[in-house]
């Protein structure tokens, strides 16, 4: 039997909070599913399965939560279910759910905290798991009539109405809280540079090739099929990763780990604060018209809130640009554990050396935040110099 088990979706992550099931017990599950959403400081993030087979039982609850690791569900795989019947198996594990405290019986201490009569203070010291806060904000609902099931009382998403619970699959899955997504990024940037060897190179890229190839291309294009320049960026530095392995990978238990693919993280702004950086898996093997409409779902999904599990863990380097915002070099803090940040600055005109004459040409500076104890600046000279190269055969991404 299968274990479906809380996923880490970062490297500051060590616990999440199960949202909703999206499958129920004896329904058919494939690898790549989503079956549940779980709410961590990045927002609610879906989750995918990596077995197949039959979705045999919950170990938690919604509204539980539990750290990374913890077994959330069983999968009876597809071989298992060609053996012999064993339904036995599951019985022992039917005692687990003591992680999350179904055990309502013995709280005979909560109800001794009055009903109705004085609303304000009781509602202040009032339990209700995050999920169940998240719902009923959303939604709308009065969470001081509604008696609580959990541990001590308190309120879980399972007390809300059946309707409000559980809302359409199709549904927003709320705004982010910005305020706990801060101190995600607070922990990472802050492990970042207190155990990476930082080193910082900048490297200025001619990009008048790129620039007239996009215009060739995108002039016979409607605007929804337009490249932007962003993806020509992101495909040259996969395309660099491949010739220099030591930057994509990343640094764990005192060694490199090369990365099992080029999987690139695109750092995105969310509105209002905040940043996400999921991954486009096998970017190097991808085409331009494939990157660009990567991008644009990865940016939509971003901003409603429904990434999936696969996306935010697994990035084996990371872009990140500002030139959108008019900055003219960017350099930046490498998210553990990967070895190399690649950034972008705003491409801009200027004086640039052409043979023996000068001209003014767009150019770019692209920086490169690697970890010493991966490469050293000689590869990571060699590695802007790459990327450099393959923009100025635009055509050949």
Known sequence: MAEFRMPSLGADMEAGTLVEWLKKPGEKVARGDVIAVVETQKGAIEVECFETGTLAEYLVEPGAKVPVGTPLARIETESERHEEPRPATPKPEAAEPAQAPKPAAPKPEPEPQVPPPSPTPERARRRVSPAARKIARERGIDLSGIEGSGPGGAVVSADLPEAAARPAASAPRGRLDLGEMRKAIAAAMARSKREIPHYYLAHDI?????????????????????????????????????????????????????????????????????????????????????????????????????????????????????????????????????????????????????????AVRTVLTATLAADHRASDGHRGALLLREIDTLLQDPEAL
């Open 206 to 358: 001619d990009l008048t090739a790129a620039e007239t190839w996009l215009a060739r291309t995108n002039g016979a294009r409607t605007p929804e099929d337009r490249l932007l320049m962003g993806v020509l960026l992101v495909k040259a530095v996969a395309r660099a990763l491949a010739r220099f392995p030591e930057f994509n990978g990343t640094w764990e238990d005192a060694a490199f780990r090369p990365g099992e693919g080029i999987h690139v993280g695109v750092a995105i702004a969310i509105r209002g604060g905040g940043l996400i950086a999921p991954a486009i898996r096998d970017a190097d093997g991808l085409s331009l018209d494939d990157l660009m409409a990567h991008l644009r779902d990865l940016v939509a999904r971003v901003r409603s809130g429904a990434l999936r599990s696969s996306e935010l863990g697994g990035a084996t380097a990371t872009v990140s640009s500002l030139g959108d915002r008019g900055v003219g070099t960017l350099y930046g803090v490498i998210y553990p554990p990967q070895v190399a940040l690649i950034g972008f600055g705003r491409p801009s005109p200027r004086p640039w050396a052409v043979g023996e004459a000068l």
